[in-house]
């Protein structure tokens, strides 16, 4: 009566991705793609995560008003992150005047 | 109805598992998963503020991220993706097995998921051990031998192994109580506390370890594979 019964195919479907995309991300690290090496690893990463959401955690079945709370959880986390990288990204941005002391961007490696 | 005794109608009345305040089975489910899902989005939250400052101190910090996450050790890193995403099968199967009303699957199916849990902490213990023993500890045992950093700037290195250490530990954490939770969920399925009508405590259960695999799904490729393997 409650809750969307998923079968066990889709489950051991959804599984065998998994360990394929587990396999693929491991794979392309070792590949030298420059920058991109980093957005293939999180893209899988993302890929992997929305599997798992939307159908082990049945999020694919649930209603409107929970999906709306799993977006909103991700909006906000991707406030978090947009706004932080927003200030820390962009510090070297615009040059200090000489005089009102050092540049608060990247230190040097310690 | 107000003839009949509140004993005798109680349980015709009421699916076992039901709660007074809901209006039936489905609100009560309904309400149970949203209510779990709220607790999961701070969750998010929580590890998005360990994620954001990761990705700052990595941009940053770059060589010595590099040289730190290149001392790690990819095929544990995997093989301990592969078996969390095996538990979150198995706990998937759990709360089929709950839906279907087949009791012994669903104990067997509960235990399997510990068992899985139980061999990622082990390989995860070992993964420590092997850290401590090269000095790779930042604050207890500190001494990285020359090999092992490849000249990279040291405190940099020292550095992502605060982030490794605090992420894979608040992770391992999450799984410790996971285990506690499995644990509960084991005893209560043996009782026959569940059926297809009710379930929300494993479903519930189950959408926590999801959560804690996806965590490790992101850590994974953050700390073991982006340092520049090839």
């Known amino acids: 009566m409650s809750g969307h019964v998923v079968s066990v195919r889709l489950y051991v479907t959804i599984f065998l991705l998994l360990l394929v995309l587990t396999g693929l991300t491991t794979g392309v690290a070792f590949i030298d793609l420059g920058d991109y090496n980093t957005v293939v690893a999180l893209a899988i990463a993302v890929v992997k995560m929305l599997l798992v959401v939307l159908f082990f955690m049945h999020v694919r079945y649930s209603s409107g008003l929970t999906k709306i709370v799993v977006l909103a959880g991700f909006f906000w986390l991707a406030i978090m992150l947009t706004f932080t990288m927003s200030d820390y990204f962009t510090r070297g941005w615009t040059p200090t005047p000489s005089g009102w002391g050092p540049s608060i961007s990247a230190p040097p490696n310690p | 109805m107000a003839e009949l005794s509140a004993s005798s109608t109680h349980a015709a009345v ?201 965590v490790w799904i992101f850590l994974f490729p953050l700390l073991y594979l982006i340092g520049g393997r090839y």
């Not at chain 2, 998937?92 to 902490?121: D, E, N, P, S, Y």
């Not at chain 2, 605060?162 to 969920?185: D, E, N, R, S, W």
Request: net charge negative.
């Open chain 2, 14 to 214: 009421h699916p076992p598992g039901f709660r007074h305040q809901f209006e039936d089975m489905e609100q009560q489910h309904e309400a149970g998963n949203l209510g779990m899902w709220v607790f999961l989005v701070t969750e998010i939250l929580f590890f998005g503020g360990l994620f954001a400052s990761y990705a700052i101190y990595r941009s940053l910090y770059l060589p010595g991220f590099e040289a730190g996450s290149r001392l790690l050790d990819v095929k544990l890193g995997a093989t301990n993706t592969a078996v969390l995403i095996g538990s979150s099968l198995t706990m998937a199967l759990a709360v089929h097995a709950a839906q279907t009303g087949k009791r012994k699957a669903l104990i067997f199916f509960l235990l399997l998921t510990m068992v899985l849990g139980a061999v990622f902490l082990g390989i995860k213990f070992d993964e420590y051990a092997t850290k401590w023993h090269h000095g790779l500890v930042p604050g207890l045992k500190w001494a990285p031998d020359e090999e092992m950093h490849n000249n990279a700037p040291l405190g940099s290195v020292e550095l992502f192994f605060c982030f490794y250490f605090f992420m894979t530990a608040l992770h391992a954490t999450h799984m410790i109580i996971g285990f506690g939770i499995m644990t509960v969920m084991t005893v209560k399925s043996w009782r026959g506390e569940f059926s297809p009508e009710y379930y929300a405590p494993i479903e519930v259960s189950g959408l926590y370890w999801h959560f804690v695999d996806i």
